[in-house]
């Protein structure tokens, strides 16, 4: 009963540094989405997906890039590391355009140096 | 900007004490309404759905006010394992739509 997998948990990345957070969900869920999560702060909407090839920008996009060629996978890119992207990242996924409970991965522990 | 609002805590109650947490938002369109609970150093996880009548899962008691766009969350005779951050979550719908999370209010029931 995997749910939603989310890889890696912890990252150390260098200023400039690119890399790919990975985010699967076995649920068949349409919606997908990518949450950053701050001390002293709610989760924050990086990008996020209703179905296979359809992505949108959330509250904070810049700095990520998403796709979205498969119903299971959502990976998040982050192009050129900054320290202000220093985070916890999520990944969710729901069922019915998220409008029901959302599924979270168990979040990625980013340090960028 | 769509907010979510909470109390801003932090909540320390002794153990049996009940405890209400309070959330509001500022989107009259929202369709979704939600408590989830997020332990130190995990993922949020799902507590509840909120009605528009109101829901109970055993100690735990959630309210919807569409008109003053207020939800509240109760729990009863609290235990120890009940400290972690309870965040309310609003869906969005329509353009954008997604969910959007309250800062959460973290609580710490003392033994």
């Known amino acids: 009963n995997a749910g939603v997998t989310q890889t890696p948990k912890f990252q150390v990345l260098k200023t400039g540094q690119s890399m790919t957070l990975q985010c699967a969900q076995d649920m068949n869920h349409e919606y997908m989405s990518w949450y950053r999560q701050d001390p002293g702060m709610g989760l924050r909407l990086i990008h996020y997906?209703?179905?296979?090839?359809?992505?949108d920008q959330g509250e904070v996009p810049n700095g990520y890039n998403v796709s979205r060629s498969t119903t299971e996978d959502f990976p998040l890119r982050l192009l050129s590391a900054a320290p202000s992207q220093t985070s916890v990242y999520f990944c969710?996924?729901?069922?019915?355009?998220?409008?029901?409970?959302?599924?979270f991965g168990q979040g990625t522990r980013l340090t960028v140096v | 900007r769509k907010e979510v609002e909470q109390d801003p805590g932090p909540f320390n109650v002794p153990e049996g004490a009940t405890v209400a947490f309070n959330c509001t938002y500022s989107?009259?369109?929202?369709?979704?309404f939600f408590w989830y609970r997020q332990d130190c150093r995990k993922e949020p996880k799902l507590l509840m759905s909120?009605?528009?009548s109101g829901n109970e899962d055993g100690r735990f008691t959630a309210q919807l006010n569409r008109a003053s766009q207020y939800i509240s969350l109760l729990i009863r005779d609290s235990k120890l394992s009940d400290s972690a951050t309870y965040l309310c979550?609003?869906?969005?719908?329509?353009?954008?739509?997604?969910?959007?999370f309250g800062p959460g209010t973290r609580l710490s029931v003392l033994p």
């Open positions: 989107n009259s369109a929202s369709q979704s």
């Open positions: 969710a996924s729901s069922h019915g355009a998220g409008r029901t409970e959302a599924f």
């Open positions: 997906s209703v179905g296979a090839g359809i992505t």
């Open positions: 979550v609003v869906f969005w719908g329509g353009d954008g739509q997604n969910f959007v």
């Open positions: 909120v009605y528009s």
